[in-house]
């Protein structure tokens, strides 16, 4: 096979590429398709890290994926395509091997908000997804917590369980019918998915139903009844989850791989715990992970065709184990492993790169693209979710009063973060004038807006008889097409934009953040006008009412300086002055209120850590901890039903300085002690004209619960008195009542009272009363627990 021919070139806009196997070519999914997966195909995958395209320091992740209906041709042709993309990585990617509705947590965590099984093969004539297309009736099993899957399957009441999610599609309605059994957080992880069926398969206009209690859903369970027959007995429970047991994962040997004549030898070598030491670099090794995983390790001097034959060695060793065939299996190079495959070692240090030859990977891997390739090259416009080059006519319409305002061309990508905005594009594809409207909804916009926005949408899309494609866009989300065709101008404001524009005096100091490297990336985004808010690494504007400061750190590229001229251009008519960091003129800190410390490291490749962060979903299935790895993660993946764990594999060593300053923590007694000097009279002993020392069991509160005033123990002796005050801020007598220091602001407190310890004011009764126990049981709690009641409780 002519690698040339057969490989397509990737674009560099992008992380994620999917590509179909059909009839022994590689064709890419359009992105729009992205976690949709024909049973009779297989698939390619590559995902390379923002790392690797800036420095080419990382690997990256190439998996094939076999449908379970797909036959040894198919299967056969994804193989010899992962080794020519290989080769063309340069060798520097880990690779997977995917088996439908088994696959690794890698490869589910691209696809959000899920995976979508579909039953038989891709015709070449068809499109992978048909938007618009409501001639359907189709069954969909959804499963899954963290990574959601769904699959056809018959429909009929028969596939029905408690415990599950099944989506019954209808074309223009879908309805999403809930078990039982199920948890809110899989009922939200659902619903997503729904979601997203509904905007990329019929355009955002079908009509969704939820049936949570089927008691009270009647008109949604009389369709689902007219469409599935009447059910007959109680559904069952789900199918029990066959998960891998967690003593079974950590269950780990290490297997030396070699040949003597013509026989395969496998050799146990070791059990956990393994060392890095154990791996030769001119050898070949087998990781069994207690049946979960199978990883195969190749060293760098290991021979060529050993890496060639790495897959079918792990299937034969599957086999030869009596594993399920589904078993995962990943491969990995001498000096290019995962994180999952270095956490099985006691310990790992990074190697010295090997260097090999990327020639083939710049070539594949495009820095910058010409929008004028998309014309001849419709596969890549697709691969970069791109209906075409970006040069059709667009319409900007701004959401005010509840209606549609028209925007002058000329401010078409200058928008407000609290306003919403309709984006018309008119494109004409094989003769035929399409229309994409793009609903585009700033951070800071109202609920009436967001409702305003759609009602907009709805009118124009009548206006259109039907025929436009929406896709809502969330600030800050914005997809490369919806950049491109704003041509990488895309500003957006903060606050409102008012009648006419007019949102702020010209007077005010803005400052805006630019970022991105080309059209299909770049974005500008308003952020306070204040030093600390600048970063070493990217390029500023700073307007002021009679000049305009483009302003570069010393870690951008020249990619983002020429853009930022690009917008600087565009948005603004004041004198432009540009400012290299380190060289800024005094009018410029004015401006900004004066210097204040900002991230000014420099992003250099040897500064990128060898271990990427890991992020996991904890989860509690019975009664057993179990962590799902979340990886290509993104703050999207954070929610209010989960409990996340990020792993950034640092292990900070403190100085005595910071663990006297803050790592000993805060002392209950030194605090309470403190407390009681600082604000109530206090007795001393003379002694030589001197005070004496002061004890524990010299100071003796009143139980009385008035707390006036400490007086000496008996035991102290003496009875001569005098105030003593341990700083020369004005002391409170006693205690405070609880309306003056519960739910009180700082500036409203009495003088003389820490706002950061309210609760130290509080007689011992009435200390007892709101906090259910003695200051001396308060203070012995750990820290964070102090400070969680008094949160709840108005003292924080």
Known sequence: MDINKGLPAIASHRDLHVWIIENQRMVPVPERAYGNFFEEHCYIVLHVPRSLKATQGASSDLHYWVGKEADAAAQGSAGAFVQHLLEALGGAAVQHREAQGHESHCFRSYFRPGVLYRKGGLDSALKHVETNMYNIQRLLHIQGRKHVSATEVELSWNSFNKSDIFLLDLGKIMIQWNGPETSISEKARGLALTCSLQDRERGGRAQIGVVDDEVKATDLMRIMEAVLGCRVGNLPASMPNKSINQLQKASVR????????????????????????????????????????????????????????????????????????YTNVEVVNDGAESAAFKQLFRAWSAKKPENRNLHGMSELIRGRLDVGELHSQPELAAQLRMVDDASGQVEVWCIQDLCRQPMDPKHHGQLYAGNCYLVLYTYQKMGRVQYILYLWQGHQATTSEIKALNCNAEELDLMYHGALVREHVTMGSEPPHFLAILQGQLVVFQGRMGHNRKELPASAMRLFHVQGTDIYNTKTMEVPARASALNSNDVFLLVTASICYLWFGKGCSGDQREMARTVVTAMSGETKETVLEGQEPPCFWEALGGRAPYPSNKRLPEDVSSFQPRLFECSSQMGQLVLTEVVFFSQEDLDKYDIMLLDTWQENNQSYEEVVDGGLGAKPAIFELTAELNNFQLSRVPS???????????????????????????????????????????????????????????????????????????SDSDFQDIFGKSKEEFYSMAKWRQQQEKKQLGFF
Not at 688 to 713: C, F, I, M, V, Y
Not at 731 to 758: C, F, N, W, Y
């Open 254 to 325: 290490l297997y030396h791989v070699c040949e003597k004549e013509e026989d395969l030898v496998i050799q146990e070598l070791a059990t956990c715990p393994l060392t890095q030491d154990l791996l030769r670099e001119e050898d070949y090794y087998i990781l069994d992970q207690g049946g979960s995983k199978i990883y195969v390790w190749q060293g760098r001097m290991s021979g060529l065709q050993e890496k060639k034959a790495a897959f079918s060695r792990a299937l034969a060793f599957i086999q030869a184990k009596g594993y399920p065939t």
């Open 688 to 762: 030589h004209g001197r005070a004496g020392p002061l004890s524990p069991r010299t100071l003796k509160g009143s139980q009385d619960g008035s707390g006036n005033e400490l007086q000496l123990d008996s035991k102290g002796g003496g009875t001569s008195t005098s105030s003593y005050h341990s700083s020369p801020k004005p002391t409170i007598k006693g205690s405070l009542p609880r309306e003056q220091l519960m739910h009180q602001a700082a500036e409203d407190l009495p003088e003389g009272v820490d706002p950061a310890h309210k609760e130290f004011y509080l």
